[in-house]
C-alpha cells in the first residue's frame, strides 16, 4: 500500500537521520573512550520510525539492547543520548544507564534493557495502566527474535489478549540473535504464528519496505488506541552489521553478509522518493550538514562533560 508523498519523505528524514546518529556512534566507538558494549540499530529503521512516528509523546514504548533507534524515533534529544554513552552526568540516566539502558520517561521511553525480552512485561504494564487510568494512551514493546523464545513473551500475550491490553508487540527478527540462526532456534517459519495461539491478530511485515510497515503499524496502534487489544507485528529484515560493534561475525558468510548490505531500507525508500519526484539528493545534503553539526557538538560536549559523583552514587535508582 503507497503512503502519502509527504509521509514517505518525513519518514525518510526520520529514518536517515538514526542512520546517520548511529553510523557516528560506531566511528566513535572505536576510539575507545567509550564505556560498554554498543549496538548499532542500521538496517532497522523503518521499523522505528514506523511504528514511533504514529504515536503520541505520552504513548509509552519499551527497547531492547539495541535501542538508540528507538529513542530517537520517540523524540528523544540527540546531546542528552550521546553524554548517556559516555556515562556522563548530563546524560538521560545521569551517567547510571549507558547504551543498553538509555530511558527517557518525559517521551514515553520506559527504557532499553540489557536483558533478552526484559522490556515485554514492562510495557504490558504499562498498558495496563493506560487502560486503568483510561487515558487512552497505548503501549509498544520492542524486541527481537531471540526473545520471542523467552517465557516472558508467551505470559504477556496471554495476560494482554484476556484483558484486551492497548499494547503492540514488535518483533524485531533479523534472522540472528547475537551468533544462533532464527532457522535454529525457532520451530516455526514466521514468529507472528504464534499470536494466533492467544486470540492476537499477527501479521508479517518486510520492514525493508517502509510503506509496509507504516501501515502495519497504522492498523495495529489503532486498534489498540479503540480498546480492542493487543496485535503482534513480526519485521523482517536482513542484519546488515554485527550483533555488536566490534562482531567480526565469523560465523556467517560473506554473501549472507553482502546479501544483507544490499537489501538496505534507506536505499530502497530514497529509489522510492526518486520515483515520485523528489530530489533525494538535496535531502541527503541538507541532513548531512545539520545532523552533522548537531553531532559534533553533542559528541564534543559529551567528552568535555564531568562524570558523576561518586559520593551520588546510590542516587537516581530505584531505592530512593
Given at each position: 500500500m503507497?503512503?502519502?508523498?509527504?509521509?514517505?519523505?518525513?519518514?525518510?528524514?526520520?529514518?536517515?537521520?538514526?542512520?546517520?546518529?548511529?553510523?557516528?556512534?560506531?566511528?566513535?566507538?572505536?576510539?575507545?573512550d567509550m564505556p560498554g558494549f554498543v549496538h548499532v540499530y542500521v538496517g532497522a529503521e523503518a521499523i522505528a520510525v514506523g511504528v514511533c512516528s504514529q504515536l503520541e509523546q505520552t504513548d509509552m514504548i519499551t527497547s531492547t539492547h539495541r535501542g538508540h533507534g528507538h529513542c530517537l524515533a520517540k523524540g528523544v534529544e540527540i546531546a542528552p543520548m550521546v553524554a548517556e554513552l559516555y556515562g556522563r552526568e548530563a546524560g538521560l540516566c545521569h551517567g547510571r544507564g549507558g547504551s543498553m539502558h538509555i530511558a527517557d520517561f518525559s517521551k514515553g521511553v520506559?527504557?532499553?534493557?540489557?536483558?533478552?525480552?526484559?522490556?515485554?512485561?514492562?510495557?504490558?504494564?504499562a498498558a495496563l495502566a493506560a487502560q486503568t487510568l483510561k487515558d487512552g494512551r497505548v503501549a509498544v514493546t520492542f524486541f527481537g527474535d531471540g526473545a520471542a523464545n523467552q517465557g516472558v513473551l508467551h505470559e504477556s500475550m496471554n495476560l494482554a489478549s484476556i484483558w484486551k491490553l492497548p499494547v503492540v508487540f514488535v518483533c524485531e527478527n533479523?534472522?540472528?540473535?547475537?551468533?544462533?540462526?532464527?532457522?535454529?532456534?525457532?520451530?516455526?517459519?514466521?514468529?507472528?504464528?504464534?499470536?494466533?495461539?492467544y486470540s492476537i491478530p499477527g501479521v508479517v511485515v518486510d520492514a525493508t519496505d517502509y510503506s509496509a510497515m507504516h501501515v502495519a503499524a497504522e492498523q495495529a496502534i489503532l486498534r489498540a488506541r479503540m480498546g480492542n487489544g493487543p496485535s503482534f507485528i513480526e519485521a523482517k529484515f536482513p542484519r546488515q552489521v554485527g550483533h555488536f560493534v566490534g562482531d567480526g561475525e565469523a560465523y556467517r558468510s560473506r554473501d549472507d553478509r553482502k546479501s544483507a548490505r544490499q537489501l538496505d531500507v534507506i536505499a530502497r525508500t530514497r529509489l522510492e522518493l526518486e520515483s515520485r519526484g523528489v530530489d533525494v539528493g538535496?535531502?541527503?545534503?541538507?541532513?548531512?550538514?545539520?545532523?552533522?553539526?548537531?553531532?559534533?557538538?553533542?559528541?564534543?560536549?559529551?567528552?568535555?562533560?564531568?562524570?558523576?559523583?561518586?559520593?551520588?552514587?546510590?542516587?537516581?535508582?530505584?531505592?530512593?
Amino acid at each position: 500500500m503507497m503512503i502519502s508523498l509527504q509521509t514517505l519523505e518525513h519518514s525518510f528524514r526520520e529514518m536517515l537521520r538514526i542512520r546517520l546518529f548511529e553510523e557516528r556512534v560506531r566511528r566513535e566507538f572505536g576510539k575507545g573512550d567509550m564505556p560498554g558494549f554498543v549496538h548499532v540499530y542500521v538496517g532497522a529503521e523503518a521499523i522505528a520510525v514506523g511504528v514511533c512516528s504514529q504515536l503520541e509523546q505520552t504513548d509509552m514504548i519499551t527497547s531492547t539492547h539495541r535501542g538508540h533507534g528507538h529513542c530517537l524515533a520517540k523524540g528523544v534529544e540527540i546531546a542528552p543520548m550521546v553524554a548517556e554513552l559516555y556515562g556522563r552526568e548530563a546524560g538521560l540516566c545521569h551517567g547510571r544507564g549507558g547504551s543498553m539502558h538509555i530511558a527517557d520517561f518525559s517521551k514515553g521511553v520506559l527504557g532499553a534493557n540489557a536483558i533478552v525480552g526484559g522490556g515485554i512485561g514492562i510495557a504490558v504494564g504499562a498498558a495496563l495502566a493506560a487502560q486503568t487510568l483510561k487515558d487512552g494512551r497505548v503501549a509498544v514493546t520492542f524486541f527481537g527474535d531471540g526473545a520471542a523464545n523467552q517465557g516472558v513473551l508467551h505470559e504477556s500475550m496471554n495476560l494482554a489478549s484476556i484483558w484486551k491490553l492497548p499494547v503492540v508487540f514488535v518483533c524485531e527478527n533479523n534472522g540472528w540473535a547475537e551468533s544462533t540462526p532464527a532457522s535454529y532456534s525457532i520451530s516455526v517459519s514466521d514468529v507472528a504464528i504464534r499470536a494466533a495461539g492467544y486470540s492476537i491478530p499477527g501479521v508479517v511485515v518486510d520492514a525493508t519496505d517502509y510503506s509496509a510497515m507504516h501501515v502495519a503499524a497504522e492498523q495495529a496502534i489503532l486498534r489498540a488506541r479503540m480498546g480492542n487489544g493487543p496485535s503482534f507485528i513480526e519485521a523482517k529484515f536482513p542484519r546488515q552489521v554485527g550483533h555488536f560493534v566490534g562482531d567480526g561475525e565469523a560465523y556467517r558468510s560473506r554473501d549472507d553478509r553482502k546479501s544483507a548490505r544490499q537489501l538496505d531500507v534507506i536505499a530502497r525508500t530514497r529509489l522510492e522518493l526518486e520515483s515520485r519526484g523528489v530530489d533525494v539528493g538535496a535531502i541527503v545534503d541538507e541532513l548531512g550538514k545539520l545532523i552533522g553539526g548537531e553531532l559534533d557538538s553533542a559528541f564534543a560536549a559529551a567528552r568535555d562533560s564531568k562524570w558523576p559523583n561518586i559520593d551520588e552514587l546510590e542516587s537516581y535508582v530505584y531505592s530512593n
